[in-house]
């Protein structure tokens, strides 16, 4: 029960930069982002004392670690790939034109009003 009480009270001071924000509207811009981020962080360190919160932080970190690992393609492969999809984008878009005169075609003979 504590902890869906941090839950809902991380939402509260998200809510609260957020309603801050605009409530400071006089100020200077830098204040009122500051508002945001105070909102923001304060929401974070409430919602990391939960389970659920740690869990989600875990989550995170192994998500990034398995980002690092990924083998990102090369600059020539990133092109060649791109060639290829374009060419399959431009082969499509002239079958389905060919086809739309195909139906159209066959609509107007059916309808008699063929050339």
């Known amino acids: ?4 009480i941090k839950l809902v009270l991380a939402l509260i001071l998200v809510a609260a930069g957020v309603a801050g924000f605009y409530l400071l509207s006089e100020h200077a ?5 500051l508002a945001v981020l105070a909102g923001i962080i ?13 869990e989600a932080f ?31 984008v431009m082969v499509m878009a002239v079958f389905l034109w060919l ?5 159209l075609w066959g609509v107007k003979m059916l309808m008699g009003r063929g050339a």
């Open 29 to 33: 811009l830098v204040v009122r982002i």
């Open 1 to 4: 029960m504590i902890d869906k």
């Open 99 to 103: 086809v739309d005169i195909g139906f």
């Open 58 to 88: 875990a989550f995170v970190q192994d998500s990034a670690a398995e980002a690092r690992r990924v083998v990102w393609p090369t600059r020539k492969e990133t092109i060649q790939t791109t060639v290829a999809v374009f060419v399959l």
């Open 42 to 54: 304060a929401a974070v360190v409430v919602f990391w004392s939960t389970p659920l919160g740690r």
